[in-house]
């Protein structure tokens, strides 16, 4: 599977950014797709995914009523809406595919290049 990411850019504290994920490839195999973010120094962690055909979604504790992520299925795109940005949301943010049931970032086999969100106090 092939992921383009987009959508990064800098923006102010308080504004929104929508990130788009572009799949490609062998999309039958992909059960479930997510973000996940790398802030300078830290480790990469999950900001939201969103699985299975009922299209489940789940997010980082931090995002959780600021983000949402949604899916176009006959684009094989996930979307990323993201509201309310802090300071703190800084950080390459990175999309992902994974075969499994599974939120645990190994599990996910296929990775896009990464875009770049920078928010600004």
């Known amino acids: 599977v092939q992921l383009q990411a987009s959508g990064g850019g800098l923006v102010q504290a308080g504004g929104s950014l929508r990130l788009s994920c572009a799949a490609s490839?062998?999309?039958?195999?992909?059960?479930?797709m997510a973000w996940f973010r790398q802030a300078p120094g830290k480790e990469r962690v999950l900001v939201a995914g969103?699985?299975?055909?009922?299209?489940?979604?789940y997010y980082g504790d931090s995002v959780k009523g600021r983000f949402t992520i949604s899916r176009d299925n006959a684009k094989n795109t996930v979307y990323l809406q993201m509201n309310r940005l802090k300071p703190e949301d800084t950080a390459v943010y990175y999309c992902?595919?994974?075969?499994?049931?599974?939120?645990?970032?190994?599990?996910?086999?296929?990775w896009g290049q990464g875009t770049l969100v920078t928010v600004s106090s």
């Open positions: 992902a595919t994974t075969p499994l049931d599974s939120v645990a970032i190994h599990e996910y086999d296929s």
């Open positions: 490839g062998r999309t039958r195999s992909v059960y479930g």
């Open positions: 969103i699985r299975g055909s009922a299209g489940t979604t």
